[in-house]
């Protein structure tokens, strides 16, 4: 008689370990208003014109900015110095849905191209009434040259 013995089945892919990773202690992030109107669509692409910054929309449509900066206290190791007397918010962080373990959903924004390229697909009146005043040409999608001009910003 042949005894079958139940293995358990390995996972797919096994998260990522915090001290193999460290990408979170490498950036501040700050919320921000979801682009729907033009004022709130412009201020991204201001965000998106300086270096080191760029935008994110997470699976659940939250918006914030992100400013590329290594924290002073994270090693060459990427361990944390402080970690006793780190801040709350590193405490609070969950690296069961961080954007390394669970990016399912987000979008970054790089450039002011990658953010006019989406907004011009999902909504594309918005995206009319901010190339018109407020994209330069170079880098706004072919298509939006012959946006009509608003009077007034839709705030
Ligand atoms: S919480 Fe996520 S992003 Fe941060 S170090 Fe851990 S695995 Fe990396
Ligand atoms: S204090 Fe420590 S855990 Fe917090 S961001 Fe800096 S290195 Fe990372």
Do not use: K
Not at 56 to 77: A, I, M, N
Not at 97 to 106: D, F, K, Q
Not at 119 to 133: T, V, W
């Amino acid at each position: 008689m042949t005894t079958r013995i139940s293995l358990p089945l390995a996972r797919a892919t096994e998260p990522t370990a915090c001290t193999d990773c460290g990408r979170c202690c490498t950036y501040v992030s700050v919320g921000i208003n979801p682009p729907r109107t033009v004022r709130y669509a412009s201020d991204v692409l201001w965000y998106l014109y300086h270096e080191a910054v760029s935008v994110y929309r997470d699976g659940d449509g939250e918006w914030s900015v992100v400013f590329q900066t290594r924290c002073r206290h994270l090693g060459l190791d990427r361990l944390c110095r402080i970690y006793p007397h780190r801040p709350l918010i590193c405490r609070e962080f969950d690296n069961t849905t961080c954007e390394v373990n669970a990016p399912e959903g987000g979008r970054a924004f790089a450039t002011p191209a990658e953010f006019l390229d989406w907004l011009e697909d999902g909504s594309p009146a918005l995206f009319r009434r901010l190339a018109a005043r407020f994209a330069p040409p170079a880098g706004r999608p072919a298509n939006a040259a012959g946006a009509s001009h608003p009077t007034q910003v839709d705030r």
